[in-house]
């Protein structure tokens, strides 16, 4: 390709995006708005799955020992605990620091453990699973081996909250994988339609540049950056919109993360790549015929 | 194929069909160096068919076709532009880009072929000036009359100085006036040395001229002129000169009839 020829190609290119600007400013609105509910799509799944990750590593179990163990009995069942598989920190809770909580709790209340004599709480070792362990079958099971131990009273890790908590999990990721192929597919759809449209609007332009013996580099690389401009555009506007959305929502929802900036400048990157490679194509099957 | 040097433009035994219909029947034609020509039928008779063929928008069923260098049966995709660049063509609805002025209309034909901006400028002073347009060069072609459309689309069509220009009923949405000034321009352009094959259904428009017609009707040559003699051409690209071009058309009657 000649200096000139690649020059030309890239006036072509920036005039291109000038003279049409209304139909590109069209196409990236449509563009943008429905990468906006892919990606509106992606925060909350992103924000569910981060809670529920939040929740399974802020989730104990709570081993509670007899009254009168002794010291070191209480020792060996520490280091017992701690050889179970899964665990990965015991963290001993007398009856005094339980009852100091209790108080916490209770906050204004709290008089009443006032009139109480004497502490009722038991001495305890509070457990923390290691990632992965923290399914209701395993924690099922840790506790029925360690309730079945000398000097333990019971093993307590909120089983019926935490059994169906995970059954809408499961759900909750059914419906998100297949709600998003359904997203992920009509935002192709639309975006790959746009381009097309665009490119057939494009038509007589294009008839005209073979008319004057053009290659089809000089017609295809200025469609290219077009498709990828849009690309990039709409998806900027797709950030911007779900940056405004996230903003709002924050007012309700106070720990609501946004989309990692590495995320969003794949997406962008992929925008464009997607942007450019759909007007190729499209352009491909009018330069055939 | 090889055809002999003084033919710019050659079509042998092409045909083409449509379905059961046959748009093409068994044509066989030349056009020489410098010649001007004039293919005249009904529509539906096959003329844009056979013009498209020459400059390769559409391949032969059978048959051949020869432009300078280029030969139908072993023309490459990738080679079309080059072919492109050595013809020019018009149209009946002049298919100017509508969004670019005069001057970046003709300058596209230029720069498709990666020529330096400032000999399209230059290039693009003579041509303008030779089409009438100069003045014209930053207005768009909406504003424009039909006419003045067809001149630039000329101007594009011989910006590469081609061997040969091709026109398919140019004159078909112009009136007498507009008409009459487009048929000089393609004498003058003719008399440049540029051949010239022109399509058009209207037998009346081109009779006077004197120049060879070629009759075509439902796809077969029914009738060609004058058969040509290597001695003639140079004659007659002198008899087409301007002046006498002019006379003739000074005498002849256009009827402005509309086509189909």
């Known amino acids: ?26 196409s990236v609105i ?134 169906k908590g995970e059954k809408l999990v499961r759900n909750f990721f059914i419906i998100d994988i297949v709600l998003g192929l359904i997203v992920f597919l009509s935002v192709v759809f639309v975006i790959s339609n746009t381009v097309r449209l665009t490119i057939s609007n494009s038509r007589e332009t294009i008839d005209i540049l073979k008319l004057v013996g053009a290659t089809n580099k000089y017609i295809e690389i200025p469609f290219m950056i077009e498709g990828a ?20 929502a924050r007012g309700y929802i106070q720990d609501l993360v946004f989309i990692r900036l590495d995320a969003i400048a794949l997406f962008v990157f992929l925008c464009a790549l997607l942007g450019a490679v759909g007007s190729f194509a499209a352009l491909r099957r009018f330069l055939k015929s | 194929m090889t055809q002999d040097s003084r033919i710019i433009a050659g079509v042998y035994h092409l045909s083409k069909e449509f379905g059961r219909h046959f748009s093409l029947k068994d044509v066989s034609l030349q056009v020489s160096n410098g010649e001007i020509v004039f293919l005249v039928g009904p529509s539906g008779a096959g003329k844009s068919t056979l013009l498209k063929m020459i400059y390769m928008d559409d391949l032969p069923a059978s048959g051949q076709v020869v432009v300078g260098p280029y030969v139908s049966s072993n023309m490459k995709r990738k080679t079309i532009p080059d072919l492109r660049r050595k013809m020019g063509i018009i149209f009946q609805d002049f298919r100017l880009l509508e969004d670019r ?20 400028k230059s290039r693009m002073t003579e041509i303008l000036t030779r089409v009438g347009l100069y003045h014209k060069r930053y207005e768009y072609p909406r504003t424009m009359s039909g006419g003045e459309q067809q001149r630039v689309a000329i101007a594009r069509a011989v910006a590469n100085r081609p061997s040969i220009l091709l026109a398919d009923e140019p004159t078909g949405n112009l009136d007498p006036v507009a008409t009459k000034n487009i048929l000089e321009l393609l004498f003058k352009i003719n008399a440049g040395g540029t051949a010239v094959l022109m399509a058009t259904h209207d037998i009346n428009l081109v009779r ?6 070629i009759y075509l009707e439902a796809g077969s040559i029914v ?38």
């Open chain 1, 30 to 163: 449509i563009m943008g708005l429905s990468l906006l509910i892919l990606i509106v799509f992606l925060m909350v799944t992103l924000n569910i799955t981060g809670f529920i990750d939040k929740t399974s590593k802020e989730t104990r179990m709570y081993v509670y020992l007899n009254d009168g163990v002794s010291e070191s009995d209480s020792r060996d069942i520490q280091l017992k605990l701690l050889s179970e598989t899964g665990v990965e920190e015991v963290v001993f809770i007398s009856r005094e620091e339980a009852m100091e909580d209790f108080r916490e709790t209770l906050g204004e209340n709290n008089e009443l453990l006032d009139a109480l004599d004497f502490n009722p709480l038991p001495d305890s070792y509070r457990l923390k699973l290691k990632e992965g362990f923290v399914t209701s079958a395993i924690m099922k099971a840790i506790s029925e081996r360690v309730e079945s131990w000398e000097g333990i009273e019971e093993v307590r890790f909120g089983k019926r909250w935490f059994e």
């Open chain 2, 223 to 260: 009738r060609d002129s004058e058969k040509i003699f290597v001695g003639d051409i140079r004659d007659r690209i002198e008899k087409s000169s301007v002046s006498e071009s002019a006379e003739r058309l000074a005498g002849h009657e256009i009827t402005g009839e509309d086509e189909e």
């Open chain 2, 101 to 120: 002025n005069v001057f970046e209309n003709v300058a596209l034909a230029m720069k498709v072929t990666g020529m330096r901006m400032g000999e399209i």
């Open chain 1, 229 to 248: 401009m849009q690309g990039v555009v709409s998806s900027l506007l797709a950030v911007g919109l779900l940056g405004v959305i996230h903003w709002f």
């Open chain 1, 1 to 26: 390709m000649k200096l000139n020829e690649m020059k030309y190609i890239l006036d072509e290119s920036v005039s291109m995006l000038w003279r049409r600007k209304a139909a590109n400013l069209i």
């Open chain 2, 208 to 213: 006077s001229f004197g120049q060879r017609i």
